[in-house]
């Protein structure tokens, strides 16, 4: 096994970081339909003085979209800084899974969860989309860090607070951790409660203050209201765990292992934020990242105590490491070849709307539609979404958060390119489309092959 303090070790994690970021540097220079697009308008909003939840719909947090106003402040609409956020937090993440196994554990543990958590299916794919997750886990294990490994209650608190105010997502692990604390070490308890809920609660009132009951309404009444999808969720939740299989399997092989104790923390904040999010009424595969962490974890140290349970051969033992070494050096490069072929392939029709939305309307027209393309062409081509209603999934009307009969009427009037997709998002709509084809006249279509059909209408 690897000795402690060895320097190769933290070459050999060096080693990873740098492979990890030639994987994902195809996604980082490539923009793309999605969620994270809706995160950099709302950037750009703030950036110019206005403020979520008053002045435009935000379902979540504010920390996340405050930090991308920075940065859109700082380098405008630049799509390698704004994707740097994510990736620099999953790396920052990964090194504080090193360091927590490395220094509770040992070396051998450190390197095995960087591997299992950096080259995870998962985790390589969502580096470079800005969902806000990616930096809710960095504050999240930072806070871990310090906790276990440092015994500095009051400045977990503060990174658990931030966590918090990233993603409510994170708060399933803290206030497990909080629990634990409190049944274990409870004069650690106050210090740690303290810095947490005085953070997290005293940014939760200044915004109720400002925004009024629509800070509780999106950030918090609107999860709740959301649709039930029982069948996507359970297709969603399987394909996490096929696609990052040996991530699982080593997690959950710590069923072997006799002395649990120093991973029993970890054990329960991983099962009972798996288990939370089999109730969760809509379920996204990037959810499951704030669980790698601490699946890693327990998977390096359980392999390694498997490891010194068994008293055989070097022999047997060099077979059974090239054998293990080969399956995973299998399952990464089809993993990469995949993000190569599909993940990180650039959005093939995406310069062809920027031209055709410049060529067909003027600075005075506004863009309206699909959440997942207009706030990107908006960006692209320097026009505005009309309203500042830029988050228009599906989830938002038919939750009764937002009225789509009186968005759709606001819009009256007001010189627009709407756009859609065809079979998914708006279009779900029959108000939508009465809408369409009463005050609007279909410009253009066009194909994506892996996006699908995107329909372009110029209303008056």
């Not at 490994?149 to 105010?165: P, W």
């Amino acid at each position: 096994m690897l000795k402690d303090g060895n320097k190769f070790v933290y070459i050999l994690f060096f080693i990873f970081l740098i492979l990890f970021a030639l994987i994902t540097s195809k996604g980082l220079v490539k923009a793309s339909p999605g969620d994270e697009n809706v995160y950099f308008y709302m950037g750009k909003l703030i950036s110019e003085g206005k403020l979520p939840y008053k002045d435009f719909f935000y379902a979540h947090p504010p920390l996340h979209i405050y930090l991308i106003s920075i940065i859109y402040g700082i380098f405008g609409f630049n799509i390698i800084a704004l994707k740097l956020v994510p990736l620099i937090s999953i790396l920052v993440t990964s090194f504080f899974v090193f360091k927590i196994s490395k220094e509770k554990f040992g070396s051998a543990e450190a390197v095995i969860s960087s591997l299992l958590f950096l080259f995870s299916y998962s985790v390589m794919f969502n580096s470079v989309f800005d969902f806000g997750v990616n930096l809710a886990v960095m504050f999240l294990m930072m806070g871990v860090y310090l906790l276990y490994n440092r015994n500095s209650s009051y400045a977990a608190g503060i990174f658990f607070a931030l966590a918090g105010l990233t993603r409510l997502l994170a708060l399933i692990p803290i206030f497990v951790i909080l629990i634990f604390v409190l049944l274990s070490r409870k004069e650690r308890f106050f210090k740690l409660s303290t810095a947490f809920l005085g953070i997290f609660l005293f940014f939760n009132v200044v915004f109720m203050l400002i925004a009024g009951s629509n800070y509780i309404e999106f950030v918090y009444k609107y999860h709740l209201q959301k649709s039930l999808g029982l069948e996507q969720n359970f297709r969603e939740y399987s394909d996490i765990v096929k696609l990052n299989w040996i991530l699982f399997v080593a997690a959950f092989s710590f069923i072997f292992v006799k002395n649990k104790k120093p991973i029993n923390i970890f054990i329960i904040i991983s099962a009972v934020y798996l288990l939370f999010l089999l109730i969760l009424k809509k379920l996204f595969g990037f959810y499951f990242i704030i669980a790698f962490p601490f699946l890693a974890i327990i998977g390096s140290y359980s392999l390694v105590e498997i490891y010194k349970k068994f008293n055989i051969s070097k022999k047997i033992m060099l077979a059974i490491l090239s054998i293990i070494t080969i399956m995973f050096l299998w399952n990464l490069a089809s993993d990469v070849l995949f993000l190569e072929k599909v993940g990180f392939v650039a959005f093939d029709r995406g310069a062809d709307l920027i031209e055709y939305i410049k060529s067909h309307s003027d600075q005075n027209t506004q863009l309206f539609g699909d959440e997942s393309i207009v706030p990107l062409l908006a960006l692209s081509s320097g026009r505005n979404i009309a309203l500042d209603f830029i988050d228009t999934n599906n989830e938002i009307f038919i939750s009764g958060i937002k009225n789509i009969n009186e968005i759709l009427n606001n819009l009256k009037g007001k010189a627009t390119l709407f756009v859609i997709r065809s079979s998914q998002g708006l279009s779900y709509f029959a108000e939508v489309r009465d809408f369409l084809n009463s005050n609007c006249e279909l410009l253009s279509t066009f194909h994506d092959k892996i996006e699908g059909d995107f329909l372009i209408y110029k209303c008056k």
